[in-house]
């Protein structure tokens, strides 16, 4: 095959130098190439794929939360209770089983004088917060 001096675009396709005075260079092994640029290409999107997942994970911690809090919020709804309760304040919810009705009241399991009623069982201890969404209280915050 002869390659001709007036098309200077094959000579970039071939593997030597075509002129005299041309640098000398080495045919670059693509294969290698490629495979660098696929392996850094994996480790990039392995990082943005474990940053997204870190997202991700924080975003359905938020999710769970807050079907927490509706549903603590339903359940409190449908609970029986004679005040008007105020955002900020902690209150517990018992299961009355004689009426078979959640029950809302101010007193904790710890405070009553003469015991809990007949029939009733703690279920938790809820508190008010300012969007009108009730949060379930864990109970070691109750002794702080």
Known sequence: MRIEDTDPARHAGIEYPME??????APIKVVEEKDKAVNVARQNAKLEYERIMEQAEVLMKQARALQSRLDATEMVHAAKF???PIHGKIYHLYYDSRNAVNVLIQNGPKEWSCGIP?????SMAVKKLGDSTWAVIEEDALTV
């Open 20 to 25: 005299v005075g041309a640098p000398v260079f």
């Open 82 to 84: 004679g005040f008007n």
């Open 118 to 122: 007949d029939g009733w069982n703690y």
